[in-house]
């Protein structure tokens, strides 16, 4: 595993640069304190894992992923690729992420997709990239920049949970468009991705769904 991309506290510059650009913002680290995300694989096996991840729980997930490593040995192009669809059935892959995980070991193994490529490329370059391969969209392309790349000025506006939280820190009324980081995210460039983790860490650590505001959870500070 390599190291967390991102090790963040009170006193990083970066977190001092949001919370100076945005003081709701800048409370809302002072909330959460520090927080670090999760150390991260090799990229492809990144990229295999957020396949078999989706639209299920993060239970039935890990216990997917684990029976496919048991079956191929590893997450990686050559393992997967010597696997038959019947095999990675019944390891609990339903035929279309099959199909996209074939997919991407094809574009893998063929050079049409180069992973050791992507530390090089621009953001929007690396979106192109991953959306190519089929059950990969841009949610997933933007969760790579941020997690596995560590790029620092990604906001997934597509996040339902981003947008949950933003609602919540800033306060605002309902909106049928469900365009609420629309308004408040441009201060936080170029330290994006920092202000969506402590977004997501505010649900994590049951801030939003305290039925408190965001006022009233900064008075137990």
Not at 102 to 113: A, F, P, T
Not at 183 to 202: C, F, K, M, N, T
Request: proline share 4%; hydrophobic share 45%; with cysteine.
């Amino acid at each position: 595993m390599n190291p967390p991309k991102f090790q963040l506290h009170s006193e990083d510059p970066r977190v001092r640069a949001l919370a100076a650009a945005d003081p709701r913002m800048g409370r809302l680290t002072a909330l959460i304190g520090g927080l670090a995300t999760k150390p991260q694989g090799a990229y492809f096996a990144e990229l295999a894992r957020s396949i078999i991840s989706q639209q299920i729980s993060v239970r039935a997930a890990a216990t997917i992923r684990g029976r496919v490593i048991e079956l191929a040995g590893e997450l990686s192009p050559a393992a997967l690729s010597a696997q038959t669809d019947a095999g990675l059935r019944a390891a609990g892959l339903s035929a279309s992420k099959v199909a996209y995980i074939r997919d991407l070991c094809g574009k893998v193994l063929s050079g049409e997709l180069q992973l050791e490529k992507l530390e090089d490329m621009s953001d929007e370059e690396v979106v192109g990239a991953l959306v190519s391969v089929k059950g990969i969209g841009k949610w997933s392309a933007e969760m790579f920049l941020i997690f596995a790349l560590g790029r620092e000025d990604v906001v997934s506006f597509g996040d339902a949970g981003l947008q949950r939280a933003a609602k919540w820190l800033y306060a605002m009324e309902d909106r049928d468009d469900r365009k609420y980081l629309q308004q408040v995210a441009a201060p936080w460039s170029p330290y994006g991705s920092i202000a969506s983790l402590y977004l997501w860490e505010a649900i994590n650590q049951g801030h939003v769904d305290s039925g408190e505001t965001f006022e009233e959870r900064c008075k137990h500070l």
